[in-house]
């Protein structure tokens, strides 16, 4: 497993565009989104999954904006397993510009969804085991500076 997981790129879009000129802040969630959709399959995870009644829902995500991207930017994501349980996964993921500095980072609280209910439901051997593989590979990075924040004043 790569360590991190890195994405293949992503191109900025023109109508991603606000009228500030940069990415708008929601376009930073769909390029992280449609990244984290590669690391997913390496995992086992997406739309054969799916056919098993079997999906993924995002409980929680937290973004960093870190710098500015703009139209045609070519960008890419690395996915970092932080920790996992039977039913859901912590993920930390970092959106880079092509020139390797860091615009965004994305930190999520992802639940394994039985469909019938739908309703949160124990993961199946072989997915626990890639994740513990992922996990075990991503034992060596730093824990992300980011990861764990809350929003608050400071008083």
Request: charged share 20%; no cysteine; net charge neutral.
């Given at each position: 497993m790569d360590t991190p997981f890195r994405s293949s790129p992503r191109i900025v879009q023109p109508e991603w565009i606000d009228f500030n000129g940069h990415l708008n802040m929601a376009y930073y969630s769909v390029l992280m989104d449609n990244a984290v959709d590669d690391a997913y399959h390496q995992i086992g995870f997406g739309p054969e999954y799916q056919k098993t009644g079997h999906t993924t829902y995002v409980a929680e995500f937290h973004i960093c904006y870190l710098r500015e991207l703009h139209e045609g930017a070519s960008t890419y994501c690395t996915f970092q397993l932080l920790d996992f349980d039977e039913k859901r996964f912590h993920?930390?993921?970092?959106?880079?510009?092509?020139?390797?500095?860091?615009?965004?980072?994305?930190?999520?609280?992802?639940?394994?969804?039985?469909?019938?209910?739908?309703?949160?439901?124990?993961?199946?051997?072989?997915?626990?085991?890639?994740?513990?593989?992922?996990?075990?590979?991503?034992?060596?990075?730093?824990?992300?500076?980011?990861?764990?924040?809350?929003?608050?004043?400071?008083?």
């Open positions: 993920s930390f993921t970092q959106l880079w510009h092509e020139d390797g500095w860091l615009a965004a980072t994305g930190e999520a609280l992802t639940l394994h969804i039985d469909q019938s209910g739908p309703r949160v439901a124990p993961m199946p051997a072989d997915l626990m085991a890639r994740l513990e593989a992922m996990k075990t590979a991503h034992a060596s990075l730093p824990y992300p500076e980011q990861a764990g924040r809350k929003i608050g004043l400071k008083r």
